[in-house]
């Protein structure tokens, strides 16, 4: 597993867990069923607070990315498998509700653009 932590980059941390870990599950180089480390194992590693890991598993769990099965520790869910067509479903809703509004197709994307560089604040 290779998440990396740039101290300078105006990203979050557990953002930085969050979005590499889910990178990881989703170019399948974190297969479904592979156990995580635990909270304070991965913050030890990365030279974070616990709460900031735990922060991005929590994130991890509600996307259905990851679930965690009480002692036995947090791992890889198989939700993974179905990460991007979860993402064109909703693409393809949005798509529909853009044409419906009659927004171009430059406005449309100028939206998701800005949408996304506001998740990564």
């Known amino acids: 597993m290779s998440v990396r932590i740039d101290p300078e980059s105006a990203v979050p941390p557990f953002e930085q867990v969050r979005s590499g870990l889910a990178q990881g599950i989703n170019d ?11 909270v ?31 002692r036995a520790g ?7 498998d179905r990460t991007l067509e979860r993402a064109r479903t909703a693409a393809a809703a949005y798509a529909s509700a ?10 449309a994307l100028a939206i998701v653009e800005a949408a996304l560089a506001q998740q990564t604040r």
């Open 74 to 80: 947090t791992f890889v869910g198989a939700a993974g």
């Open 98 to 107: 853009a044409h419906k509004l009659g927004l171009s197709t430059e406005d």
């Open 40 to 70: 304070r194992q991965l913050a030890a590693d990365l030279g974070l607070a616990a709460n900031t890991v735990a922060r991005a598993y929590r994130e991890l769990e509600e996307a259905g990315l990851v679930e965690t099965r009480g």
């Open 28 to 38: 399948h180089t974190l297969a479904v069923g592979t156990k995580l480390p635990t």
